[in-house]
């Protein structure tokens, strides 16, 4: 199940959508997928604490950061409270920091880059909000897939396995 993606694209094409990002992965899991939360937040990840502070119940939290690289939306602390909550996986739309220490979690972690400085915490960010990134709409309660070749997101559950 390395590369889902793929397999996902060929059996539901119409489905899904592509996030057309290269995204990097940080987290020590490649192949992620789940129910979507949502979080638009600029410099500010108290709200990213807040909600990976709730149960996770294998969801995955899509920030969106404005593509901002000049602080680090999420850690390894924040990672931790992450995985001992279930949650799947975390994706950014902006910068991580501890690049090490996540890639030795058991949670997908993908983000635009790494900085290693952190937010301010103002306590800012809009919670369960439609995401636009690349020009794909990404809402609370979308399905997204992840592996090595990127992010998918469908408004809808998939069945997906192995090809017959």
Known sequence: MEDLLPDISDAHGD????????????????????RVETL??????SKVRDILGKPGAGRVLVVDGHGNLNRALLGDLLAERAVENGWEGIVIYGAVRDAGALSE????????????????KRGLGDEDVQLRIEGVPISPGDYLFADLNGVMISQHPLEFGEPS
């Open 105 to 120: 979690m058991a949670l997908g972690v993908k983000a635009l880059g790494v900085c290693p400085i952190k937010t301010e």
């Open 40 to 45: 638009r937040c600029y410099e500010d990840n």
């Open 15 to 34: 489905e899904v959508q592509w996030v057309p990002v290269q995204w990097r992965d940080f987290g020590g899991k490649h192949v992620f997928f789940g």
